[in-house]
């Protein structure tokens, strides 16, 4: 009837309605709310700069590569990648700022062969090798050489180790420092050769080269872009390479293995990350630098810098670093070696 009151299920629906349409408009604003906040938390990898934790300071060869590779990926990511430089305690100190750091992909570490040999060479350090640590890719390899003062009457492996067996330790050899890779590879040549030359250790390449050049010490153990320059001006003379073959960069040099088949090294580069990094970041980093060193530009600026490209997958990196691990070992027990 028009004249009726309204009953009380109508006035139940009339006071419900309101509420009904600011409940959907509350729904519906939502989003706007928690709309930005909701894009960062879903953006893409990397969405700010990532650091990249160098070992060394900076000028050095690995800290040129290192920035070489950092600003190569930034630009590919059009984020900064920002150096880092940690120098200290044979690299351990950077490796373990890397190690401690949050695993979201955004510090990064390069390192180098003392990645695999300090595990057995400082036993008590900060972090676990493979358990604190993701391989990402080796970007790349540096050659080890033997080389020696020019007025040494000996011009290649075999004549050098005949001189050694002639006058068994008169003959000795210069290495950057007691337990890296030069050092190494050259006692395991001794160890398999049965030769007695003495080792002489440094405190890094330059002042081991003096000494060579100045004839206080006829052998150097040294890689072969921090020798390129002397090489060529006949200040030193190419002994042989440790490489396992000829390097397509150094075609007319010798490799040990040609006279003493199985002793190889070769300086290690790589990119490592926390572990707990998520996978899919780590895949997309690795393809990166896969990529990158099949592009000639940036393969050629490497090579300029005495870095041959490699750009290996997360697990043939993982597979090489346990390999050094278990190679480096028992040379390190047998010599004695020590951490400087």
Excluded: C
Aim: glycine content about 8%; overall charge positive.
């Amino acid at each position: 009837m028009d004249g009726a009151l309204p009953s009380k299920r109508q006035n139940i629906h009339r006071r419900q309605t309101p509420m009904k349409y600011r409940s959907r408009s509350a729904l519906f604003l939502l989003p706007l709310a928690f709309g930005p906040w909701a894009a960062r938390a879903q953006d893409p990898w990397p969405n700010h700069p990532v650091r990249l934790i160098i070992p060394f300071p900076p000028g050095g060869s690995t800290d040129s590569q290192g920035r070489l590779v950092g600003q190569h990926l930034g630009e590919l990511w059009r984020q900064p990648v920002i150096a880092d430089n940690r120098p200290g305690a044979g690299t351990v100190l950077a490796t373990n700022t890397v190690a401690k750091a949050q695993p979201d992909g955004y510090t990064l570490g390069i390192v180098v062969s003392s990645h695999a040999i300090n595990p057995t060479l400082r036993p008590n350090l900060p972090y676990d090798t493979l358990k604190d640590l993701l391989p990402i890719s080796e970007i790349g390899v540096q050659h080890i050489i033997l080389v020696a003062n020019p007025s040494l009457p000996a011009n290649n492996l075999q004549e050098v180790l005949e001189l050694a067996r002639k006058d068994p330790g008169k003959l000795s050899y210069a290495s950057p420092g007691s337990g890296t890779a030069h050092h190494l590879v050259m006692e395991l040549l001794k160890s398999r050769t049965g030769v007695n030359i003495v080792h002489v250790p440094y405190r890094g390449g330059a002042p081991a080269q003096q000494d060579v050049m100045g004839g206080q010490v006829p052998l150097l153990m040294d890689t072969y872009y921090a020798s390129e320059a002397l090489i060529k001006a006949g200040k030193l003379k190419p002994i042989a390479l440790f490489s396992p073959k000829r390097p397509a960069s150094l075609p007319d040099i010798p490799v040990v293995a040609e006279t003493v088949p199985d002793v190889s090294a070769t300086s290690s580069v790589g990119l490592v990350a926390p572990a707990g990094t998520p996978s899919a970041v780590i895949a997309r980093i690795s393809s990166d630098i896969a990529r990158s060193v099949r592009t000639k530009a940036f393969a050629d600026r490497l090579l300029t810098m005495g870095l041959d490209p490699v750009g290996s997958s997360p697990q043939e990196y993982d597979q090489r670093i346990r390999g050094d691990i278990l190679k480096w070992a028992p040379v390190i027990k047998a010599t004695g070696a020590t951490a400087d």
